[in-house]
């Protein structure tokens, strides 16, 4: 056995956490918001980041970790740079997938559906409400593009700095944007490798749900 593989088995706590998937309700987003506050209430570390994988046809799939900000109206609701990789590739291909991992809960989130940028208000009241060094930073910072050294950024910001001396208006390539789910599935682990998994799926507006095998 590999080094590599005896570390893992040391650290690897068997999954005996779980609880049945079966009464987790008829509704995702309730059920979403359910498993949400546990994960924060247990106190799992940045409970509200997760994976966001985009693709685009040149450059294949791409995963990166992205905060969720709110869930309004059941839309999932994240911020970022439009101009960037990520920013880039959902303008094209709004197809996404978001996954949370809580580990102290042993459970996986997944949700995918297509994501559409927020109104200007909301992305305006959002901005606003962040500390005036993440609004400078949201303008200095020409997320994904090549930097030839930090102290570029740091002039940028600076600069912005100096340009802004009171509010800091929200940057015209950075704001939101809000999932639509069509499909969310919820993982809990169980013991001897039995994990449960249950999946909604939407059909003309219909939620229909059903177990998959682990
Ligand atoms: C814990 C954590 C939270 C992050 N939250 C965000 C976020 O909310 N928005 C964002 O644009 N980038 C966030 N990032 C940075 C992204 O992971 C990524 O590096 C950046 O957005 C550039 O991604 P891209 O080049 O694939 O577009 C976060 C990173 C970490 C580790």
């Given at each position: 056995m590999s080094e590599w593989l005896k570390k893992y088995r040391e650290n690897h706590a068997d999954?005996?956490?779980g609880e049945s998937l079966t009464d987790l309700g008829t509704n995702p987003f309730a059920a979403f918001s359910r498993w949400f506050d546990e994960a924060v209430q247990n106190g799992e570390v940045e409970a509200n980041a997760f994976v966001l994988s985009t693709s685009s046809s040149d450059e294949g799939v791409s995963s990166r970790i992205v905060y969720l900000k709110e869930m309004k109206d059941e839309r999932f609701v994240f911020y970022t740079n439009y101009?960037?990789?990520?920013?880039?590739?959902?303008?094209?291909?709004?197809?996404?997938?978001m996954?949370?991992?809580w580990p102290g809960l042993q459970r996986q989130l997944r949700i995918e559906g297509t994501v559409e940028k927020v109104s200007e208000e909301v992305s305006d009241a959002y901005f606003a409400s962040r500390p005036r060094e993440s609004q400078l930073g949201a303008w200095a910072s020409q997320q994904s593009e090549a930097l030839t050294d930090r102290h570029e950024l740091i002039a940028r910001f600076e600069a912005y700095d100096a340009q802004f001396p009171a509010i800091v208006p929200?940057?015209?390539?950075?704001?939101g944007?809000?999932?639509?789910a069509q499909y969310l599935e919820f993982w809990q682990g169980?013991?001897?490798?039995?994990h449960e998994r249950r999946a909604y799926v939407r059909h003309q507006n219909q939620w229909q749900s059903k177990l998959l095998n682990p």
């Open positions: 999954f005996d956490k101009l960037s990789q990520k920013g880039r590739q959902m303008a094209a291909h709004p197809h996404v997938s996954l949370f991992f929200r940057p015209p390539h950075w704001g944007f809000a999932l639509d169980q013991p001897s490798r039995l």
